[in-house]
């Protein structure tokens, strides 16, 4: 079952800043993001792992409530760069470890504006 | 350098046939993955590789082939192309070992007529 990602969509202008929310239903193991310009691939972010800390990459962070199963990125002053579809991937939590096999949400359209 | 590569890049078919998009690695990851991205779905996945001669089904396997002979390649097969196949495919691969960052290929754009 897809993590359900929101909002859907995000409009901002340069230096402003946003949260986007991922939630799941299963228990999960690690979270990931990912960013995907127009037209391009995806391109890993971070990760932040059951039991691990919160991870920080440039101006972008992010969290993880394993009580809750839910992930948050925050996008601190943004910039034009940061414009794309954000992808938080799930890894459900198995008694083996990890499988390394990730169940993407359906993505958040964030758009960056001068 | 190329790391991970697919081809065709652009592909367009008929109903009914067979096509193999092909996806290679430079970099001998254990894993790897197809997922099909379409508009309002995201990514979903097709199938997965733990290692040569390991794979498994993912989220919407049906009407889909793959074999791993060779750690480096991954072939994706329609048997039997579908309009509802029509979608942008990517490759990923992932090293393992405690490495959890997937790497995309650019893509294959499929048209199905």
């Known amino acids: 079952q897809q993590p359900v990602q929101s909002p859907q969509a995000v409009i901002l202008r340069e230096g402003e800043d946003a949260v986007i929310n991922c939630s799941s239903s299963?228990?999960?193991?690690?979270v990931h993001w990912y960013r995907q310009k127009h037209g391009e691939a995806p391109v890993f972010l971070m990760i932040?792992?059951?039991?691990?800390e919160q991870k920080g990459h440039e101006k972008i962070s992010a969290s993880f409530n394993e009580k809750k199963q839910q992930s948050s990125l925050y996008l601190t002053a943004s910039q034009l760069s940061y414009s794309g579809t954000y992808f938080c991937?799930?890894?459900?939590?198995?008694?083996?470890?990890?499988?390394?096999?990730?169940?993407f949400g359906k993505g958040t359209l964030l758009t960056v504006n001068p | 350098d190329a790391g991970i590569t697919q081809s065709p890049r652009y592909k367009i078919t008929e109903t009914g046939r067979q096509v193999t998009l092909m996806c290679h690695q430079t970099?001998?990851?254990?894993?790897m993955f197809w997922y099909r991205q379409d508009l309002g779905h995201g990514l979903r996945l097709i199938y997965y590789?733990?290692?040569?001669?390991?794979?498994d089904k993912g989220e919407v396997p049906d009407g889909y082939v793959v074999s791993r002979s060779k750690t480096e390649n991954f072939p994706l097969t329609l048997e039997s192309a579908t309009r509802s196949q029509t979608s942008v495919y990517f490759c990923?691969?992932?090293?393992?070992?405690?490495?959890?960052?997937?790497?995309f290929g650019p893509g294959t754009r499929l048209t199905v007529t």
């Open positions: 991937g799930t890894e459900a939590l198995l008694s083996g470890g990890s499988n390394y096999k990730l169940t």
């Open positions: 299963k228990a999960l193991y690690s």
């Open positions: 932040l792992l059951k039991g691990g």
């Open positions: 970099w001998s990851h254990s894993y």
């Open positions: 590789s733990a290692a040569a001669d390991i794979t």
């Open positions: 990923a691969s992932n090293p393992g070992v405690g490495r959890y960052e997937q790497y």
